[in-house]
């Protein structure tokens, strides 16, 4: 992983020459040799700065990395959530997840781990360096450090969630240094670093919402209120303090929204959510960048298999469709499960323009884009850039309305957060006063499962609760021993964690043991 850094830093200083531009013959003629570069001769003026933070973003794409046939990297978080299922069944590392046989040679969790290790890696560099770069500006030198720092915690907080121990890198890293060869640090010292690093990043000027694409405070406090929900519970169990941490953290974005509708609200209809002209707007807080021209969109294993929905005719892998009893727990009425209006489909266009035909099954419609893919007598772009959403608007009224539950039970501000999202979706919400603190908790809990579906929450909502929901009665029930009707099989204790890579324990002897049950 060393090697590719300093190589990623060579290939950044290079593209910045290109990108920047050379102020004459002169000058270039006495630059140094871009092979000669170094992360110390590299880091000295504020368009390396620039262009360092941009490879840090750049790296979280890893979960659209292929993942071996049919399958992409992102697909860890939905297999294991017995949400989805498979139409192919081509791909044994997928097979195995969906089965919750999977193990430390996995491909998608062994990626998963370099890929989050990458991208804390390239934050790592810009912390150490960006500060020695003058002159400067001292507020885009604040916001460069800000933006980093989020990278950073939002990796680790992935990590932490997913292997519990892990190692804890905060500093560029040669085969000379000290840690070169990290032990596994404690859970509560992963989230130390990580609350630091939020605090710091809310600290450091950034724009609210940044229409760009990078991180803006209202992402900031939405993560901050997501980590201190799951401090709350999960392993660490730090109960009542922390809920309150993270209503008090959401409602900070819940009262911007309401002075500032325009900047930070919920879409008006479900299609917003996946329309290429309002990325990294409204209810867009948080999204990874795509665009064809270097990347695009890769959620396309959400595809039916062998069915002309999109411009390229019968095609698409369907390793990730819903499965019929998650679609079949949604309320009677649900707007969310309304045909091409919410979160699913059931029938299309004929190579996405043409006659209408039935799919014979629902479908994930969430990241559908139907600018690149075709609409009723519309032909498609052929050009899939939507971004990847991370954190909506959507996400912090619950968390708002789940935290503040538990700190006293349902008030008139949670529940208005609850019926926001209830309302979107054109259900009838019973009053106030008919929820008691346990009903009103399984309410959102049920909430989190329909709106936030298919964007890589659930498995972790389901770890930190260590509960599940049963599609079957539309209740909660304890994580382990519960069915995932995906593939009948029984979640276990061991499931709570990932195994880590086998190849990175053969490597790192320091990172043993193995988590348990691996």
Not at 5 to 34: N, R, W
Not at 80 to 95: F, I, M, P, R, V
Not at 378 to 385: E, I, K, L, P, S
Not at 484 to 502: C, E, G, I, V
Request: aromatic fraction near 12%; hydrophobic fraction near 35%.
């Amino acid at each position: 992983m060393k090697t590719k850094l300093i190589s990623k830093i060579y290939h950044i200083a290079l593209a910045s020459i290109f990108v920047f531009g050379l102020s004459s013959c002169s000058d270039f003629l006495t630059e140094k040799a871009p092979s000669n570069l170094t992360p110390e001769s590299f880091y000295t003026i504020p368009d390396h700065a620039e262009a360092a933070i941009a490879a840090t973003y750049s790296e979280l794409r890893f979960i659209g990395n292929g993942a071996g046939i049919f399958s992409a990297n992102w697909q860890l978080l939905e297999a294991l959530t017995g949400t989805s299922t498979t139409e192919t069944a081509q791909n044994s590392d997928l097979n195995n997840l969906y089965g919750l046989v999977h193990d430390g040679y996995t491909v998608h969790l062994v990626q998963y781990w370099s890929g989050l290790y990458k991208v804390i890696a390239q934050a790592n560099q810009v912390i150490e360096k960006v500060p020695g770069i003058t002159p400067m500006d001292a507020k885009q030198k604040s916001k460069i450090l800000g933006e980093a720092r989020f990278l950073r915690a939002s990796a680790y907080f992935t990590a932490v969630r997913l292997w519990g121990d892990v190692p804890l890198i905060t500093k560029p890293q040669t085969a000379s240094s000290e840690d070169f060869l990290p032990a596994r640090a404690p859970v509560e010292s992963v989230y130390k670093l990580i609350v630091e690093d939020l605090i710091a990043a809310e600290a450091a000027g950034l724009d609210w919402m940044d229409t760009r694409g990078r991180v803006g405070t209202a992402a900031v406090k939405a993560q901050l209120a997501e980590v201190y929900l799951t401090m709350a519970g999960g392993s660490l169990k730090k109960g009542a303090s922390h809920y309150k941490l993270a209503a008090d953290k959401a409602f900070e974005v819940i009262s911007y929204a309401k002075s500032n509708p325009s900047s930070v609200g919920l879409f008006t209809t479900y299609m917003d959510v996946h329309k290429e002209s309002l990325k990294n707007r409204l209810e867009h807080l948080y999204m990874i960048q795509y665009n064809t021209t270097v990347s695009g969109n890769p959620m396309g294993n959400f595809f039916p298999n062998f069915k002309p929905v999109t411009y390229s005719g019968p095609g698409g892998t369907g390793s990730s469709v819903p499965t019929p009893s998650f679609y079949n727990s949604y309320e009677t009425g649900d707007l969310r499960t309304k045909n091409q209006e919410g979160y699913f489909y059931t029938s299309y266009y004929t190579n996405g323009n043409g006659a209408p035909f039935e799919l014979n099954a629902p479908y994930v419609f969430k990241h559908f884009n139907t600018t690149a893919n075709g609409y009723s007598g519309v032909a498609g772009t052929r050009n899939d850039n939507l971004n990847v959403p991370q954190i909506r608007y959507a996400q912090v009224l619950l968390t708002y309305a789940e935290a503040q539950n538990e700190v006293g039970g349902p008030t008139a501000d949670s529940y208005a957060a609850f019926k926001a999202i209830r309302d979107r979706a054109k259900l009838t919400t019973p009053d106030l006063g008919t929820y008691s603190q346990a009903s009103f908790r399984n309410a959102v809990w049920k909430e989190r499962w329909h709106e936030l579906c298919y964007e890589q929450i659930t498995w972790f909502d389901m770890v930190r609760l260590r509960k599940a929901f049963n599609e079957t009665t539309r209740t909660f029930e304890d994580f382990v021993g519960h069915t995932n009707l995906s593939s009948n099989q029984k979640l276990q204790d061991k499931h709570l964690l990932l195994p880590l890579p086998k190849a990175e324990m053969l490597n790192n002897p320091k990172l043993t043991p193995q988590n348990p049950g691996y």
